[in-house]
């Protein structure tokens, strides 16, 4: 039961263009939402977060959108840099709790 | 401030044997939580330690155990390991309060035979 999905295996962008990557759920109960970057041989560095009452957060060239009615989030990377290119996953928690639901990930390849 | 560090990075058994895992969490950092990644997966979350109790386990049997000490260090002990244990072993540490901001560490390659 994939609660968390990422339907996109992977995604490649040319330097200086948008990056969206995208990620369903489909429990409800989730009530905050973040996105994780993993390159080889380290472990995932948490990127952004979105809570459920917002729809948007924003952080330099990263921004989040959340649709809750449509169960969706989006990641977008504007402009796009090389040093983008990692693996990109999107995780869910609900009550406050520190058990991250991941989705499957997205490979990011940014290319120069 | 000093990193997650888990080891040891890579390791291969057998079938039917033992394993021990190592988390070193950052100072200060009072919760240790385990994911198990495997191949073309997401971080599967395994269990979360609080003040050296069990607080919260994700679907893996009871082979799957842990520990969590004063230091706040953990280890991951998984007892008659399977083909299908073969995976990326994260740990993952937070501080009081930070109840969404999780760093993990590098993880430990398990490869069992």
């Known amino acids: 039961d994939q609660q968390v999905k990422q339907n996109s295996p992977s995604l490649s962008v040319q330097e200086g263009r948008i990056s969206i990557l995208n990620c369903d759920y489909t429990n409800s109960m989730f009530d905050y939402f973040l996105w994780y970057k993993k390159y080889p041989a380290e472990g995932p560095t948490f990127l952004i977060s979105?809570?459920?009452?917002?729809d948007k957060n924003e952080d330099g060239r990263f921004t989040v959108f959340l649709n809750k009615s449509a169960k969706h989030l989006s990641l977008h990377i504007v402009p796009s840099q090389p040093g983008d290119s990692a693996v990109y996953f999107c995780?869910?928690?609900?009550?406050?709790?520190?058990?991250?639901?991941f989705g499957t990930g997205t490979r990011l390849a940014v290319r120069p | 401030e000093t990193g997650v560090t888990q080891s040891p990075t890579h390791l291969i058994k057998t079938r039917g044997q033992q394993v021990t895992l190592r988390c070193s969490s950052q100072s200060g950092h009072n919760t240790v939580s385990w994911y198990q990644q495997a191949l073309g997966q997401g971080p599967q979350f395994i269990f979360q330690y609080y003040r050296e109790e069990e607080n919260g386990r994700g679907n893996f049997p009871p082979r799957f155990s842990g520990l969590q000490f004063p230091n706040y260090s953990s280890e991951l002990n998984v007892n008659a390991l399977e083909l299908d244990d073969s995976a990326l072993y994260l740990c993952?540490?937070?501080?009081?309060?930070?109840?969404?901001?999780?760093?993990f560490g590098p993880g430990t390659r398990l490869l069992v035979l």
């Open positions: 979105i809570s459920s009452i917002k």
């Open positions: 995780a869910a928690v609900y009550g406050g709790g520190d058990k991250l639901t």
């Open positions: 993952a540490s937070r501080k009081p309060g930070y109840q969404e901001t999780q760093y």
